[in-house]
């Protein structure tokens, strides 16, 4: 009886692996559901002047200080310009996603990889005001002067409440 136990559990996970349920096996049939934010930004679209106007207000901040400066990333802004999206929607300011995602999560679900990826949000203004208000805050400044990141990508939405709201993803793309 004991030499069946033993063999009994990895005959189980063997099988299951044959049938796509093993440990790490996707289940062809099973599509993962991209992030709200992805639906959201296909309805929503920001004003890339606007979007390219955040990018160049965090540079110059980063330049004045003598900091590198971050070089665009289409990932990181696709990511912020989804997010932007979804709080106007929700007419909150929040890192959080409506489906309770992260910024790492959402840059996952892109494919840009996850080291060092940060997220700043606001809400009304302009790019230089949203600027301003991270600058104030020390955590945010510290993220947004930073010398881990090496890119950036930001995003912007009008909600139904007229008020702009902002999305900074800044990242390492692990190089």
């Known amino acids: 009886m004991s030499t069946f136990r033993a063999l009994a559990a990895p005959l189980a996970l063997s ?7 093993g440990p790490g096996m996707a289940l062809p049939w099973r599509q993962a559901e991209p992030p709200a ?6 309805s929503c679209t920001g004003d890339p002047a606007i979007a390219a106007a955040l990018d ?3 540079n110059a901040a980063r330049q004045a200080e003598g900091k590198t400066l971050l070089d665009r990333a289409p ?13 106007a929607a929700l007419g909150r300011v ?7 995602s992260s910024v790492v999560d959402r840059a996952r679900a892109v494919g840009y990889p996850v080291c060092g990826v940060v997220q700043l ?22 993220e947004l002067l ?6 950036l990508g930001s995003g912007h939405a009008v909600g139904a409440d007229g008020r702009t709201y902002y999305s900074v993803v800044l990242g390492d793309n692990c190089r």
């Open 15 to 21: 099988l299951l692996s044959a049938c796509g349920q």
């Open 37 to 42: 934010e992805e639906s959201l930004a296909a």
């Open 56 to 58: 160049g207000a965090v």
């Open 75 to 87: 990932l990181l802004a696709q990511i912020a310009q989804s997010h932007a999206c979804d709080m």
């Open 94 to 100: 929040d890192v959080e996603g409506s489906n309770g």
């Open 121 to 142: 949000v606001s809400r009304g203004g302009s790019p230089a005001d949203a600027l301003a208000a991270w600058l104030s805050q020390d955590a945010q400044r510290t």
């Open 146 to 151: 930073g010398q881990t990141s090496r890119q």
